[in-house]
């Protein structure tokens, strides 16, 4: 029996190889799912869905209201923003659009499965951003000539 602890105990300290540990093997990211229905605050956010779309919307229709209504009665944008009526009526069309924007995207669907065709997502983006520019030149062109666009 001491000849096989000798040889044993002789071939474990001769040796010089040790068993190196596993390295490990790094755990696979977790992949980042979106949220079925995102929060009111992640709609609204800077980069969010709402922000740009709400306000391009308000300004497609606030264009069109200013134009119709200087042709129909004479008053400029200034006018109607500072009456008590144009503000009445801008307060109650932000909030209608606002919740008929957001409710949908609560609901976890997005802007993108519904577009098609002539009603592309990118072709509404663009026609709010005109429609906005549109209204500050109106609002511009007033102030500095100091009479509505539609009387030039």
């Known amino acids: 029996m001491d000849s096989t602890k000798e040889t044993t105990s002789a071939s474990t300290s001769s040796s010089p190889r040790t068993s190196p540990a596993p390295t490990p093997i790094p755990a696979a990211p977790k992949p980042m799912t979106k949220k079925a229905n995102p929060s009111v605050w992640d709609a609204l956010a800077f980069s969010g869905p709402a922000p740009e779309r709400i306000n391009g919307r308000l300004a497609m229709v606030g264009f069109v209201a200013a134009l119709s209504v200087e042709m129909a009665r004479g008053g400029g944008l200034l006018d109607q923003a500072g009456s008590g009526a144009g503000l009445g009526w801008f307060l109650v069309t932000a909030g209608v659009f ?3 924007s957001l409710v949908p995207l609560l609901q976890g669907q997005s802007v993108e499965n519904k577009s098609s065709g002539v009603w592309s ?15 500050v030149a109106l ?8 009479v509505p666009f539609v009387n030039i």
Do not use: P
Request: zero cysteines; aromatic letters at 12%; proline letters at 0%.
């Open 121 to 135: 997502v990118d072709a509404e983006l663009w026609n709010g951003r005109f429609a906005m520019l549109g209204l």
């Open 139 to 146: 609002a511009a062109i007033e102030f500095i000539t100091g």
């Open 98 to 100: 606002s919740v008929a």
